[in-house]
């Protein structure tokens, strides 16, 4: 590719490039990723400026844009539908800067991309917390039918070999719900069920089983009790990004002691849970100050602060709202692989010439 070139990768494409980071690849280049957050240069910090939400008719279109030093930049919009009955996901897309030209170089299909930038921290904050060679976690409930519940189910499994089922909470059963049922058994070779929401004896009788807790919907009000989540139960809560929104009560935030967050600052403003339970973010444990170094694909973690957090409360909870850092990175790093496979993609010649 010349500089006045651009090249388009669709879904499809990002989804074949994603497949070839193997768990280990990706949780490593997420702890490269919140450990520069959590210890940026004031002289060349990462830049991360708020999202701005530009309204639609049906949707919200969010902009986030982002700069990581010696990564890269870029820009990423996602429309979320306003509509209830919308089944069709995020409308998800990231541009790919040249920090030399300031030009667009590449255009990617976000709607995976986020997904697994996002499970890709989660899950780096759970097994640092949980190491997999020594868990004994056996089951994961998972709340949503879509990306996020598909990334977070499949990296959890590549990680912690002993997990054995997998049960999907949904509002209906739906051709979407029974699709990515039919995917998580094939991806993961688990025993996979769905469970309505509304069928509560079922529900609290799979989360009183649960191992691990994943949410991943815009819910304004609490998806079940504390009382139905058992102790030493680890929750990964992915779903609420603005104050009124909240996937879980104030009662079992307050068991889970210290919490840990993908950015402090951008969960206490928009965490609905965390801010309703009145959460002192002083006492909160960004990812970030977990990692200690990275060597290769090895992430060597800070034992101490990961014991206290273990030891603050019930339960574990890993809070994620999304940082552009996370898009940046994934984002460069695909399109880095697309270039040099060859043969990915489209590729617009002369896109940007004079």
């Not at 060349?44 to 930049?73: C, E, F, N, S, Y």
């Not at 300031?102 to 255009?107: L, N």
């Not at 879509?146 to 949904?170: F, R, S």
Request: hydrophobic share 45%.
């Amino acid at each position: 590719m010349s500089f006045s070139d651009l090249l388009v990768l669709t879904a499809t494409d990002v989804t074949k490039l994603l497949s070839s980071f193997a768990a280990p690849a990706l949780l490593a280049q997420s702890a490269r990723l919140f450990y520069a957050l959590a210890h940026a240069s004031t002289e060349d910090p990462i830049q991360q400026p708020h999202r701005t939400t530009l309204p639609l008719p049906a949707h919200k279109t969010l902009v986030m844009p982002a700069r990581v030093p010696g990564v890269g930049a870029s820009l990423k919009l996602v429309s979320v539908p306003t509509g209830q009955g919308d089944t069709r996901g995020l409308p998800a897309s990231t541009l790919v800067l040249d920090e030399e030209t300031g030009a667009v170089r590449a255009v990617l299909n976000a709607r995976a991309l986020t997904a697994v930038r996002t499970a890709a921290g989660t899950v780096l904050a759970t097994t640092i917390l949980h190491k997999p060679e020594t868990s004994k976690f056996k089951r994961i409930v998972a709340f949503g039918a879509g990306a996020q519940i598909k990334a977070h189910v499949d990296l959890l499994c590549a990680v912690y070999k002993n997990i054995e089922h997998v049960t999907i909470v949904a509002r209906s059963k739906s051709s979407r719900t029974e699709d990515l049922a039919a995917y998580l058994r094939s991806s993961t070779s688990r025993s996979v069920n769905i469970v309505l929401s509304s069928d509560e004896s079922t529900l609290h009788a799979a989360l009183g089983t649960a191992s691990i807790i994943v949410t991943a919907t815009p819910s304004t009000t609490p998806l079940f009790p504390s009382s139905a989540v058992p102790s030493g139960a680890h929750l990964i809560l992915v779903g609420s990004w603005r104050p009124d929104m909240h996937e879980i009560d104030t009662d079992l935030v307050n068991r889970a002691g210290r919490i840990v967050l993908d950015s402090r600052e951008a969960c206490a403003t928009e965490a609905g849970e965390l801010i309703k339970a009145g959460v002192d973010f002083s006492r909160t444990v960004e990812l970030g100050e977990l990692v200690q170094e990275v060597e290769g694909d090895k992430v060597i973690s800070n034992e101490d602060l990961a014991k206290e957090v273990l030891q603050s409360g019930e339960v574990t909870l890993v809070k994620s709202v999304g940082v552009g850092g996370q898009d940046v990175a994934i984002a460069k790093a695909v399109a880095d692989l697309a270039e040099k496979m060859g043969g990915i993609g489209t590729v617009v010649h002369g896109y940007d010439a004079a």
